[in-house]
C-alpha cells in the first residue's frame, strides 16, 4: 500500500501562502483519509474526488508560526549579539493515513516554513541560510543601517550543528558566534541603541558599504551588504517585512505633525427656552481624536525600495519613540501604528522619492 503525493509544499515555503497537499493511494476500496500534525491537536479527515485527495496546510501553519501576534516578541535584548528567534521558522511533521473497510495505508512527512508571503512569480528560496528579507536569489543581500537605532537581521534556518563565521571583507575581520538552542531562526543584533558592533569591536562597520560574508560549516552560504549611515535624526520604523523578518527605515527629521477630531455623537439638550433665547439643543458627547505624521525620504536606492514596499502591506508596523539616535543610553520603545499611502517606483530613475502618513494611536479625549 503506498501513498502518492502529487503536490506538496518544497523548500523553506511561506507560511502564509496556500499549501496543499494532493495525493492519491492505491488502497483498494479507500474512502477516506486522516490527516494529523505533530503538536497540533485534531485529526482533519478529508475524502477523494475522483480518487484524488487535497488538503491545505496554511491554515495550520499560520497558526503554529504566528502565536496569535504579528508583533515582534522580542522586547528586550539579548545579553549577547545573537538569539534564537521563535516565531520565524516551523518545521511540521503530517501524518496521512488512508482508509478503506478493513485496514490503513499511511505516511509521514516534513515540511519547513518560514513566517512569508510571496506574490504569483516570486521564487521560493531554498538556502537555509536566506535572510528573512527581499533577494532575488537567496543567497545576496542588501540592508541599510541607522546608527543610533535598533537594528537586527535574522537568518531562516540554523542548527545546533552548525559552525558559524561572520566575515567582514572590508577589514577581514571576523567573528565565530556558538549555536545556541534547537534548529530554529537566529536573529543577529547589530544595534542595541546603546551599544553596537562598532562600539564595542565587535565587529566594526565603516560608514560606508560592508561587505559581510556568514559562513556556515566552512561554506559560505550568505553574502550581505550593509549600508551604515551615521547617526541622523529622524522618524524611525519596524515592520514585519514579506519575507517573515523585521525591517527598519529611518524617514527625514522633518516632517509634519496633522491633528484631526471629529464628534462622535450628539444628544438632544432640552433648554427649557423660547426660541428667542436658545443658544443650542444638542450637545457633543465627546471626540475621536488623531494624530499623523506626514514623512518622506529622499535618494532611495533599489535595494531599500524593495525593502520600503512591503511597509504598505505589512500587519504590524511600529514607530521608534525618540527622533535622536542613541549615544550610550538606551531610552527609547516602540509604539504600534498603522500606515497610509502609496509607494511608486520610477522605472527610469535610479533613486526615488518616499512619502507616507503614519497613524498614531487615537488621542485620549474627554467623553460622555
Not at 45 to 64: E, H, M, Q, R
Not at 164 to 190: A, C, D, H, K, M
Amino acid at each position: 500500500m503506498a501513498i502518492t503525493l502529487t503536490k506538496e509544499p518544497t523548500g523553506l515555503y511561506p507560511a502564509y501562502n496556500d499549501s496543499y497537499l494532493e495525493f492519491t493511494s492505491d488502497l483498494a476500496g479507500d474512502y477516506k483519509a486522516e490527516i494529523t500534525v505533530a503538536g497540533v491537536a485534531g485529526t482533519f479527515t478529508i475524502y477523494p474526488v475522483d480518487g484524488v485527495y487535497l488538503f491545505n496546510l496554511k491554515p495550520i501553519v499560520a497558526s503554529v508560526i504566528n502565536d496569535g501576534t504579528f508583533r515582534d516578541q522580542d522586547t528586550t535584548y539579548p545579553l549577547t549579539w545573537m538569539e534564537v528567534y521563535n516565531y520565524g521558522y516551523a518545521a511540521l511533521a503530517v501524518t496521512i493515513k488512508d482508509y478503506n473497510t478493513s485496514t490503513n495505508g499511511s505516511v509521514v512527512e516534513n515540511y519547513t516554513f518560514i513566517r512569508g508571503v510571496k506574490q504569483v512569480g516570486e521564487q521560493i528560496h531554498t538556502n537555509p541560510y536566506q535572510l528573512l528579507h527581499p533577494s532575488e536569489n537567496g543567497v545576496d543581500y542588501q540592508l541599510t543601517y541607522f546608527e543610533g537605532y535598533p537594528f537586527s537581521f535574522e537568518i531562516a534556518q540554523v542548527t545546533t550543528a552548525d559552525s558559524f563565521v561572520i566575515r567582514n571583507l572590508n577589514s577581514t575581520q571576523e567573528i565565530t558566534p556558538v549555536v545556541l538552542g534547537s534548529t530554529s531562526t537566529w536573529r543577529v543584533y547589530i544595534d542595541k541603541e546603546a551599544t553596537n558592533w562598532t562600539s564595542t569591536s565587535f565587529l566594526p562597520l565603516t560608514d560606508t558599504k560592508n561587505r559581510l560574508e556568514l559562513e556556515f560549516n566552512s561554506v559560505v552560504e550568505t553574502n550581505l551588504v550593509i549600508k551604515k549611515v551615521f547617526a541622523p535624526c529622524g522618524v524611525y520604523v519596524k515592520w514585519l517585512n514579506a519575507d517573515g523578518g523585521y525591517s527598519y527605515w529611518l524617514f527625514d527629521e522633518f516632517h509634519r505633525e496633522v491633528f484631526k477630531g471629529r464628534d462622535i455623537s450628539f444628544v438632544n439638550v432640552p433648554s427649557f427656552e423660547n426660541v428667542a433665547t436658545q443658544v443650542n439643543t444638542t450637545q457633543s458627547t465627546g471626540k475621536i481624536g488623531t494624530k499623523q505624521l506626514r514623512v518622506k525620504s529622499k535618494l532611495v536606492d533599489n535595494y531599500e525600495m524593495s525593502h520600503l514596499e512591503s511597509l504598505i502591506t505589512s500587519p504590524s508596523v511600529q514607530l521608534w519613540s525618540s527622533n535622536i539616535p542613541a549615544s550610550g543610553t538606551a531610552d527609547g520603545y516602540w509604539v504600534d501604528v498603522t500606515i497610509d499611502g502609496d509607494i511608486g517606483r520610477s522605472t527610469k530613475k535610479e533613486l526615488n522619492e518616499v512619502a507616507l502618513t503614519i497613524n498614531l494611536p487615537e488621542l485620549k479625549t474627554a467623553q460622555l
